[in-house]
């Protein structure tokens, strides 16, 4: 393995969308939903062992989850555990990520990675990330892997490549000609149709030198904040620069300030099954722990009949949840709050805000 | 008040068709689920204060339970609290608490009620049962207060009045001609259109003097048990009497072992409001505490939305439980069960049964 090339899992965000069981208190990344009982931040980061060395992976956070983090990952070293004073989306994070890399190795060629996605056919995934990395280390590329649509989903960002209709064979890094966000189900059924477009994986490979200067150009108001920081960067200064920086940060997406902007965006064809799991509907469909009749369930003891294709979620010790004669519900348990709602609702903590009256807060 | 007349509370049942609210442990009549936050013994114990003297209102229970109904009624004389030693149905029960009452005083007129009913009209309900008690006095009659259906329910056993159809205004007596326990819808619907059949209340009225025989003669099997006990109530060798009688004493309902058999069963047509709160579906439709969407909660707290006609029922303390998009549901939510079924599930409890597998046993 390449000991230039290196891992960054961003493992800050609170998780809304999988409301209640994912909290700001614990983030759906650090809870155990996996199969074999694992966290979406721990199988994340098994996986990219197999592609750079492990003393490579870092993990950008909050400052409130480094234990959680150390919980998932107990042997990572603790300089590579990259603590944000808050969270402030992908763009400040990545910003923070690429000085920190740069000044420990010059040649870094990295992976910026979400911790929740689930990735099946690992020998693509890795033949996949490995094409990135060695394309993204000859060449002046900020590449993101596409994945190839296979219905109009709506929740993606979706990237039009050059060049027509995409070989999936030849899965060869292609320029980027449009980046659109969330489109219509109309517009997205438009895209597959044209064979141009492939979902956005937010997986995105690139040099450290190269990313750089095209952050300073494109968000300025962000990258301007970090100038003179190099000096404290792994001393003791670090913290309290990176307080006052956040603190004036703007909150906003690596993919709106650069990559919708930038004349160096390329994407590479991925065909590995893959999963954003960002809501219970995605996780649903991505668990192969279902009964004959669909109903997944993850819970100490569960009683279902009569039921159909519902996700029934507990995390209470020893409680029984008993569930008849319900189809496509979400139903999830913990100490403080029970959530019963149809299984497609894609932001559960958005709920209370339709329905809330006042003196809900602390349940937002 | 009559000082000769008594009042005696059955609250000796397990309520299992309230499960998981009602356990084993802490049966429905102990539940503060009614208005004002009074369990369903004390709404029944306030009810008879105003037809006999209150320290002629007696309760029987089993002895687990003993505690529970001090704490509903801490005014209770602890000789009115008649401690079974284990639930045998009514049958045991009555010829307990006849006996007893019998050696207090034997021109006792007894009110024998179960602890679960709703009874709205508390004026005509009260001259009802004066009538009864007046009427028992003079006759050799076992009295049933009978309900006029107002729809063709197969949860009631049904009462065949003689004479023809009932006249409701008159209200006066009426000799019994059949018991019919739960019947067909069809065979309901017959009874209800004949107008010579009222629903059985299980609210009975008699003479201690009238049905001591008639039990000892119907049911000798249960009154042999307690040959040569007089002596021992209320002594300290009552316990262990009641112990031995109670181990060889069948299971079975004072309905079937007299008033199905008895050539003495009468009826009173009564005229008030009754609820039978035997399931949550009764309860549900007795509550008037529901929103403008019918949900009724009984809950810390609970947000609903786009959700109609459900029953949310939360004994955890300072849990959220928010619904959406959920019609004709029952939500029960406690420390050990969350349930969740159609809202006219008839025994919640046996849902269980239905679809257990082995390991349940603990919460049958």
Known sequence: MNSHNYCIIMAGGIGSRFWPASTEKKPKQFLEILPGH???????????????????ILVVTQE?????????????????????????????CMAYATYKLLKRDPEAVMIMTPADHIIAD?????????????????????????ILPDHPDTHFGYIQATGGAIDMDKAE??????FTEKPSEELAEVFIQSGEFLWNSGIF?????????????LMPVITNLFVGWEGAIDTIMERDFLQKAYAESLKTSIDYAVMEKTGKAWVIPAKFEWHDV???SSLYAYTDKKDAKGNAVIADKCLIGESDEDFIYSTEKGKLIVVKGLKDY???????????????????????TQIALPGYEEFR
């Open 205 to 217: 490979i690139w040099r450290a030198d190269v990313i750089k200067p095209e952050m300073e150009k």
């Open 64 to 92: 409130r989850y480094a234990d959680m983090v150390m919980e998932s990952i107990p042997e990572l070293p603790t300089k590579n555990l990259l603590l944000e004073p808050y969270g402030r989306n992908t763009a400040p």
């Open 173 to 178: 890094p292609l320029k980027v000609k449009t």
């Open 278 to 280: 960002g809501t219970w």
């Open 122 to 146: 690992t020998e693509v995934f890795n033949a996949t990330v490995k094409q990135a990395l060695d394309y993204a280390r000859g060449h002046e590329a900020l590449i993101t892997l596409g």
């Open 38 to 56: 694992k966290t979406m931040l721990r199988v994340t980061y098994e996986r990219f062992m197999d592609i750079v060395p492990a003393e490579n």
């Open 330 to 352: 979400l139903v999830i348990n913990t100490d403080k709050v029970l959530m019963i709602c149809p299984r497609d609702e894609e932001n559960t903590k958005g709920v209370i």
